[in-house]
């Protein structure tokens, strides 16, 4: 713990990565990485990394559950979770998901999108069995008005879908990621780094967001 929160006040990035962490059980990852974070001496690096160091967060699948449930997103801060607080459940389909989906850039607030234009569309995978993102309807207006809704699964037309075939998990305005208020949190479902030059050789698409490029890009 001392040593994790030694390194988050030395770094300018804090990413959580995804994973089967604690066996993947309900809630698996989120809870042990939550477990830690919530930990006093991590939570504040973090709220420094945040409120006066101008650092960026990202997560991505079980590191977007544990930004969701520690009020990172969509609120910019640690926050406790209410019953009808923004949070990430089971697919509707009742079991683990794992396929190749197309996902809109809805918003370029978070500098993490910022080499990608409102529109484009990405070719990403997704491996989980929670990752159907539900909200009450007072956050997600308030999400959708401050441009939170960062990305978004799509049909080959390019348009949210509830359909399973493009929205696998059933989420809630075919939400794939959402972003803090300033944007310089982003958590997402789809795996941003499952991309390669020996990968996804025969499918089409656009597989690279340049989010990793753009959150070191956003410290030059």
């Known amino acids: 713990i001392a040593i994790l929160a030694k390194k988050i006040k030395e770094s300018q990035i804090v990413m959580l990565p995804g994973g089967f962490s604690g066996g993947d059980e309900p809630d698996g990852s989120a809870k042990f990485i939550t477990a830690v974070f919530r930990n006093p001496a991590v939570s504040e690096a973090v709220s420094e990394h945040l409120e006066t ?16 449930k520690l009020g990172l997103v969509p609120y910019g801060r640690f926050v406790p979770q209410e019953e009808d607080s923004p ?5 509707k389909i009742g079991r683990h998901m794992s396929c190749l989906v197309r996902t809109r850039v809805a918003s370029n607030l978070s500098p ?3 080499a990608c234009e409102i529109g484009d569309v990405h070719t990403i995978a997704v491996s989980h069995g929670e990752g159907r ?3 009450g309807q007072t956050a997600l207006d308030k999400m959708i008005e401050n441009g939170q809704i960062a ?7 390019g348009n ?12 809630l305005w075919a939400v794939e ?3 803090s208020p300033d944007g310089r949190v982003y958590g997402k479902m789809a795996h941003s780094e499952r991309m390669g030059i020996n990968v996804f050789k025969n499918v089409p698409g656009d597989f690279d967001q340049k989010l990793f490029e753009s959150g070191v890009g956003y410290f030059r």
């Open 87 to 91: 949070t990430l459940t089971f697919n």
């Open 177 to 179: 990621g959402i972003t």
């Open 160 to 171: 949210p879908s509830m359909d399973i075939r493009y929205n696998p998990n059933g989420s």
């Open 133 to 135: 993102f539900v909200a």
């Open 112 to 114: 993490w999108l910022s």
């Open 53 to 68: 160091r101008d650092g960026l967060m990202l997560g991505v699948c079980n590191g977007f559950q544990a930004l969701i």
């Open 151 to 157: 990305t978004q699964y799509v049909d080959y037309d």
